[in-house]
């Protein structure tokens, strides 16, 4: 088995050096590259450096020094070929199967890179002739001036089945086509059903010609647009061992040095508006290469900024395709790392709008930015009516399938809560009652006093909260919290189906609160969590104490002598009582917002809303009381 110069250097290029170390080493991003503690030799500060641009790690401390694969023969303690052979499992490259005449083969190959190097000089050339004529006046009209011609490669590939192949006839035939800029029909199967020699011909013919370069500025792969009519408008090299087109993005070489200085990353569709962005003051802008974005492009971006600006076409397809991004991306979702959408006017691609209203138009939609989760609510909300109580229902769904993607716990927790937060606000908002014009706010000492039915003058009442009080404040909430939380811990089963409301609850009492949060990420993070689980989640100090005290036989049962095993049983149980707890709360708010409406205005309605809410909230402490009543003997 041989491995040549080349095939190992596509694979140190493929593989990102940050994230691979990431994975036995904690890393920080500082600037243009990572940092860490060295897995060489003991340190407290880090002075171990990691730079995915250049491929290597180096340690100030203690010299380390070396690429992915000595990373993995170093620190992994792999042979030579272990180490490969896994690198090239996570890159998806096949590892050269054994062959005697493979090192004759490498010594008389110049390599792909330098097939490409040459392919690109031939387009160039072409471009500059009496053929490019077309391709530099279509440039013309597009406005695209020579300096960026000239920064972005812009070549022509002339009408013809075989002018490159016989312009690159030096490096063979099989090697033109290895790297995708020849196409070998030899082995189809023609309308007669028989088997005959085909001549190999080129790929690109009669089409405006893009470069398509890895980060580090070599040449990988083609994007051809064509001149005239035909299809398709634009065609791209096939995957080769250079190119995979999953992993590569438009401009990144560019781009990624440009984004250091302005802190961003902007995904457009296609090559013309990186382009024409570039031109523009904007040379932070990628694109995909004619598939939507992928996962591996995804983390790629993150390698440069935290939350890369998505900036697609104004039209249904450009949204359809900021939509589909959106989901590609909630399993990879980690805390700091996300996606903004900026969002086209309708119709409109960015050149389009750079040359109606100028870079600063431009710079405005970018400013106004959504985050991902305003861009996920947007969508939901308007993908389908919500008129009944079905539709309504719908959509809480939805929004559960958009949260259940999400890997990460912290994560997932947080756009659970923010999703019911609005959706609370949507469909459960208490109106307020308008205040009737001719109301009176006379009284004695000027104040807002107000006569009864009787005609009796009346102080004030005092004024409603804003905000909803901690659960956990009085004896018998905290009681029954503990009582929760004691059945979670033993049936801990029943915590998924209960998490939205228990990640709601503002709890006053801290080591309460911490074992509520706790609970709700072990559900996030697991499908089942074990009472042991649990426990081993919550070993440490008070908190692990009083969990392990809330197992105790004797303790915090939700009713008296309710001690039981049947699972039916205990899900109503905890069903009832987790009901109980969150009502408290809300019963406050509404017979706050009852008492300010009877303030306000002093009418029998309101007053009769106000008594309504008081017996309700009666009804609930009555409740509550049952619920925590201690067992016998206790």
């Not at 490259?93 to 330098?114: F, I, N, S, T, Y």
């Not at 890895?214 to 994007?223: E, H, L, Q, S, V």
């Not at 939805?398 to 947080?414: E, F």
Request: charged content about 25%.
């Amino acid at each position: 088995m041989t491995l040549t110069p080349q095939w190992l250097d596509e694979l140190r290029a493929r593989t990102t050096l940050s994230t691979l170390i990431g994975k036995s080493v904690k890393v920080q991003k500082a600037g243009r590259e990572y940092k860490a503690c060295c897995p060489f030799h003991n340190e407290k500060t880090p002075s171990f450096t990691i730079n995915d641009e250049k491929g290597f790690y180096h340690c100030f401390g203690c010299g380390a020094h070396g690429d992915a694969i000595r990373w993995m023969t170093d620190q992994r303690g792999l042979p030579f070929m272990e180490a490969v052979k896994e690198l090239a499992a996570s890159a998806g490259m096949e590892v050269p199967a054994a062959d005697p005449r493979a090192a004759k083969r490498a010594e008389q190959a110049r390599g792909l890179h330098d097939v490409m190097a040459a392919a690109q000089d031939f387009f160039v050339a072409q471009m500059a002739g009496i053929e490019g004529a077309e391709a530099r006046a279509y440039l013309q009209k597009r406005g695209i001036g020579a300096a960026t011609a000239l920064a972005f490669g812009f070549g022509y590939s002339p009408d013809g089945r075989g002018r490159l192949k016989s312009a690159l006839k030096d490096y063979g035939e099989p090697m033109l086509v290895e790297a995708g800029l020849l196409i070998d029909p030899d082995g189809a199967e023609p309308d007669d059903g028989k088997t005959r020699k085909r001549e190999t011909y080129d790929r690109f013919r009669g089409r405006l010609m893009l470069p398509i370069r890895d980060i580090r500025g070599r040449t990988i792969a083609f994007g051809g647009r064509i001149l005239g009519a035909g299809e398709p408008k634009y065609l791209n090299s096939p995957d080769t061992p250079l190119f995979d087109k999953g992993r590569t993005l438009y401009n990144i070489d560019r781009a990624s040095p440009a984004s250091r200085q302005t802190g961003r990353v902007i995904v457009v569709e296609g090559y013309m508006d990186v382009i024409a962005l570039a031109q523009a003051g904007f040379g932070e802008a990628v694109a995909p290469l004619g598939t939507a974005l992928t996962e591996h492009q995804i983390e790629r971006l993150w390698k440069m900024v935290d939350v890369p600006i998505l900036c697609f076409d104004g039209d249904a397809a450009g949204q359809k395709a900021a939509i589909r991004a959106a989901t590609r991306a909630l399993p990879l979702l980690h805390p700091g790392r996300s996606l903004n959408f900026a969002v086209l006017p309708a119709g409109q691609d960015p050149d389009d709008l750079i040359r109606a209203s100028g870079a600063a138009a431009m710079e405005a939609v970018l400013d106004a930015a959504q985050p991902l989760i305003e861009r996920l609510w947007h969508h939901e909300l308007t993908v389908a009516p919500l008129d009944t109580p079905e539709q309504k229902a719908a959509l809480k769904q939805r929004l559960r399938a958009v949260t259940d993607a999400i890997q990460h716990p912290d994560v997932r927790m947080h756009y659970a809560h923010e999703f019911r937060e609005r959706y609370d606000a949507l469909f459960f908002a208490r109106r307020e009652s308008p205040s009737p014009p001719g109301q009176r706010r006379g009284g004695p000492d000027g104040g807002r006093w107000q006569r009864d039915r009787r005609g009796n003058w009346k102080p004030p009442l005092p004024p409603a909260g804003t905000e909803v009080r901690a659960i956990g404040v009085t004896g018998l909430e905290q009681r029954l919290l503990r009582a929760i939380l004691a059945s979670l811990i033993r049936h801990p089963e029943q915590i998924r189906p209960h998490r939205e409301m228990l990640a709601a609850l503002r709890i006053a009492d801290p080591t309460l609160a911490r074992i509520t949060n706790a609970m709700v990420r072990a559900s996030f993070s697991k499908e089942t969590v074990e009472t042991d689980t649990l426990l081993t989640i919550l070993e440490q100090g008070e908190v692990y104490n009083m969990a392990k005290g809330m197992l105790r036989a004797d303790t915090f049962t939700l009713t008296p002598k309710r001690m039981t095993a049947d699972p039916d049983r205990v899900a109503r149980d905890l069903e009832e009582a987790i009901r109980v707890m969150v009502q408290g709360p809300e019963l406050e708010i509404a017979l706050a917002e009852a008492t300010r409406r009877f303030e306000i205005e002093f009418s029998e309605a309101n007053f009769a809303e106000q008594q309504r809410i008081r017996a309700l909230k009666a009804d609930h402490d009555h409740r509550l009381a049952e619920l925590t009543q201690p067992q016998d003997g206790i």
